[in-house]
């Protein structure tokens, strides 16, 4: 679906009694998120489907194109995720998407949902999000897609169950990486204690998630960091087909390497330009409180976060960093308030 100018009206407008009165009508339903799942893309999908099997709803596909990846495996009933849906599948009722601004990034498992369900909800949290979709829970405001699902069960007065909260709580932590980003409050902390309260190991997923790397991803590092650059408050690093080749790393994961370079106490802003096997790059920006790299993001094509944010450039890698590069310079000589 195309973005129009209203699209985003549907932010801060969920409509919550709608969308439950959606899912109880339904019988069978379709849980879908985007391609390259993130913790709070796995944590919202199986969070929800926890919560509404425990509401009697036991006929819930939960599918991602590829799967789950292998850090996020610990959160209860992840291997039932399908990698991937077909004519087998049959139709559904109803499809929920989670954490998707558009439909492009539901992959392979949207399309086949949106041709084959009679409903659609879209349930998301970023402000670029286009309203695709019969119903809509989109919230700029939320932190991350498993807050809006928290507040949807709310609305619904559905319990949270223990594996429900476990996956929610997955996806508020990484989505706020581990309740650093500007936009945490103590509201955010306070959904976090109730999901502790019912059975979600805070530690556990702190362990899992913000506090694991593969060894492999560590080589990649190795291989990519001596080349890294810090110029005018901005660090950057390239990530190369050749890199991630000779290290042998199948679904292109650099492990989060622009989240350590932003670490970098002389770096207001980090990007990091990955090389992808389709002739484009992909763009990882994030920032330091003050900061928006969000803006940067949308204006390349892309979404995310003022905080965190990404983009997907058609292009080579030189041509990347030619574009990109000047506007985080623009960014930072914008913003006068924020820490030098």
């Not at 960093?321 to 000047?326: A, F, I, M, Y």
Request: with cysteine.
């Amino acid at each position: 679906m195309t973005t129009t100018p209203d699209a985003r009206r549907y932010n801060e407008v969920p409509q919550f009694a709608e969308a439950t009165a959606a899912v109880d009508a339904a019988v069978t339903i379709l849980l879908v998120t985007h391609l390259h799942p993130d913790g709070d893309a796995i944590g919202s999908l199986l969070g929800l489907a926890h919560a509404l099997r425990a509401r009697g709803k036991d006929r819930i596909v939960c599918a991602v194109d590829a799967g789950v990846p292998d850090y996020l495996a610990f959160i209860p009933a992840a291997a039932t995720v399908l990698p991937g849906i077909s004519a087998a599948s049959g139709t559904f009722d109803l499809m929920i998407s989670l954490d998707s601004s558009d439909e492009e990034r539901t992959g392979a498992v949207g399309a086949y949902g949106r041709a084959n369900s009679r409903q659609v909800i879209n349930l998301d949290h970023h402000m670029t999000n286009t309203g695709f979709g019969n119903l809509h829970l989109v919230m700029a405001s939320a932190v991350s897609a498993t807050e809006v699902v928290m507040h949807w069960l709310d609305a619904m007065g559905q319990m949270i169950p223990t594996d429900s909260a476990t996956a929610l709580l997955t996806g508020l932590i990484t989505d706020t990486i581990g309740f650093r980003v500007s936009s945490v409050t103590a509201a955010t902390l306070g959904l976090a204690q109730r999901l502790m309260d019912a059975g979600a190991p805070l530690n556990l997923i702190m362990a899992r998630t913000l506090g694991s790397k593969k060894y492999a991803v560590m080589q990649l590092w190795s291989r990519v960091m001596p080349a890294m650059i810090l110029e005018d408050r901005i660090i950057s690093a390239v990530v190369t087909l050749a890199d991630i080749a000779a290290i042998g790393l199948p679904d292109m994961t650099d492990g989060g390497l622009v989240e350590f370079l932003v670490t970098a106490n002389e770096a207001q802003i980090a990007v990091v330009f990955k090389e992808k096997a389709d002739g484009k790059v992909e763009v990882g920006l994030r920032c330091k409180p003050g900061y928006d790299v969000g803006s940067v993001a949308l204006a390349l094509g892309g979404g995310g976060h003022k905080q965190a944010s990404g983009a997907t450039f058609d292009g080579t890698l030189a041509a990347a960093r030619e574009r990109v590069l000047p506007l985080l310079r623009a960014t930072l000589d914008a913003n006068t308030t924020a820490p030098v």
